[in-house]
């Protein structure tokens, strides 16, 4: 069932990356799907994958057809679960500045985009450290099956130690998402725990129903608060989009305003300049003085008594 949910989602990505065009919905989808919700849908699904195939190689075959064909589906989940593996252990082996890069963090900050991945090593490979927890249980499962106690023991450690380093580290960048790690983690606890009492002791049925309760109670609160904070991150990633689009939106009117200034300045320029008024003098009542003319009227006189003096 797991691995056809695979197959089916891989078709459907096929199918969304030969419907997307330049643009338009199955574009966004095909943009938001490549690598990061794809990447998602396998983590998800990993654990339960990796226990199958481990379980069903662990049983081997008796033979009939149903059973070699189920052998057949193990194997194939196998290798595509080593191959996932081995892929998220190559991207992650990236220095932080690649990773930083805008066209690797789209991709794929899945992985490590809301771990503080520059100052941890832990943090920055918690998603393999975790799918390296699903292949330890799984071979549990599946070659440890005669012995339930020692399973959930070393479930058990694994997880104490995990929790510890979880609450010791800054992991998440946000405190609401390492605090929902922890809570998780705990759960998962407090289940192991549960069934620890229920291998090691023989309980009452009373005790039992109890015990079974608690554990069912207590997992359906986690996925409550889990289902809210997913409410919560939608909203906020709505907001944020909304805020994207609005500053894009600001930004292509403030480049068309220094666009129309810039073609306004690179017009040709008509100069216009504005005259200044003349007054007319009136001449009829003016002197040769207030005319700025004495001066011409004296050279004149001069002139003339020269010509008579040289007058033969």
């Given at each position: 069932m797991v691995?056809?949910?695979v197959?089916?989602?891989?078709?459907?990505?096929?199918?969304?990356?030969?419907l997307?065009?330049?643009?338009?919905?199955?574009?966004?989808?095909?943009?938001?799907?490549?690598?990061?919700?794809?990447i998602?849908?396998?983590?998800?699904?990993?654990l339960?994958?990796?226990?199958?195939?481990l379980?069903?190689i662990?049983?081997?075959?008796?033979?009939?057809?149903?059973n070699?064909?189920s052998?057949?589906?193990a194997?194939?989940?196998?290798?595509?679960c080593?191959?996932?593996?081995?892929?998220?252990?190559?991207?992650?082996?990236?220095?932080n500045?690649?990773l930083?890069?805008?066209?690797?963090?789209?991709?794929?900050?899945?992985?490590?985009?809301?771990?503080?991945?520059?100052?941890?090593?832990?943090?920055?490979?918690?998603?393999?450290?975790?799918?390296?927890r699903?292949?330890f249980?799984?071979?549990?499962?599946?070659?440890?099956?005669?012995?339930?106690?020692?399973?959930?023991?070393?479930?058990?450690?694994?997880?104490?130690?995990?929790?510890v380093?979880?609450?010791i580290?800054?992991?998440h960048?946000?405190?609401?998402?390492?605090f929902?790690t922890i809570?998780?983690q705990?759960?998962?606890?407090?289940?192991?725990?549960?069934?620890?009492?229920?291998?090691t002791?023989?309980?009452?049925?009373?005790?039992?129903?109890?015990?079974?309760?608690?554990?069912?109670?207590?997992v359906?609160?986690?996925?409550?608060?889990?289902?809210?904070?997913?409410?919560f991150?939608?909203?906020?990633?709505?907001?944020?989009?909304?805020?994207?689009?609005?500053k894009?939106?600001?930004?292509?009117?403030?480049?068309h305003?220094?666009?129309?200034?810039?073609?306004?300045?690179?017009?040709?320029?008509t100069?216009t300049?504005?005259?200044n008024?003349?007054?007319?003098?009136?001449f009829?009542n003016?002197?040769?003085?207030?005319?700025?003319?004495?001066?011409?009227?004296?050279?004149?006189?001069?002139n003339?008594?020269?010509?008579?003096?040289?007058n033969?």
């Amino acid at each position: 069932m797991v691995l056809g949910i695979v197959v089916i989602v891989l078709a459907l990505m096929i199918l969304i990356k030969l419907l997307a065009g330049e643009d338009g919905f199955f574009k966004k989808f095909k943009d938001g799907m490549y690598w990061n919700g794809l990447i998602r849908i396998n983590l998800l699904l990993f654990l339960p994958l990796v226990g199958y195939s481990l379980i069903q190689i662990g049983n081997g075959t008796d033979g009939s057809d149903y059973n070699n064909a189920s052998l057949a589906l193990a194997i194939i989940s196998f290798v595509y679960c080593a191959v996932f593996y081995v892929w998220m252990i190559i991207i992650l082996r990236r220095k932080n500045e690649d990773l930083k890069n805008p066209e690797t963090y789209d991709s794929y900050s899945t992985l490590f985009g809301k771990y503080d991945y520059k100052n941890s090593l832990f943090a920055k490979y918690f998603c393999v450290i975790w799918m390296t927890r699903s292949w330890f249980m799984g071979i549990l499962l599946a070659f440890v099956k005669s012995a339930p106690t020692i399973q959930i023991v070393f479930l058990l450690i694994i997880d104490l130690v995990l929790l510890v380093k979880i609450v010791i580290t800054k992991l998440h960048l946000s405190k609401v998402d390492k605090f929902f790690t922890i809570i998780q983690q705990v759960c998962i606890i407090y289940c192991e725990m549960v069934m620890l009492v229920f291998a090691t002791n023989n309980l009452t049925t009373s005790a039992q129903i109890t015990l079974g309760w608690s554990m069912i109670v207590f997992v359906m609160i986690v996925i409550c608060l889990c289902l809210i904070k997913i409410v919560f991150d939608a909203i906020k990633a709505l907001i944020n989009l909304g805020k994207k689009k609005g500053k894009q939106g600001t930004n292509d009117a403030r480049v068309h305003d220094k666009n129309k200034v810039m073609n306004s300045s690179q017009a040709p320029k008509t100069r216009t300049g504005k005259l200044n008024k003349v007054t007319p003098m009136p001449f009829d009542n003016s002197s040769a003085d207030e005319l700025g003319l004495s001066e011409y009227s004296d050279s004149k006189k001069k002139n003339s008594r020269n010509l008579v003096k040289y007058n033969f």
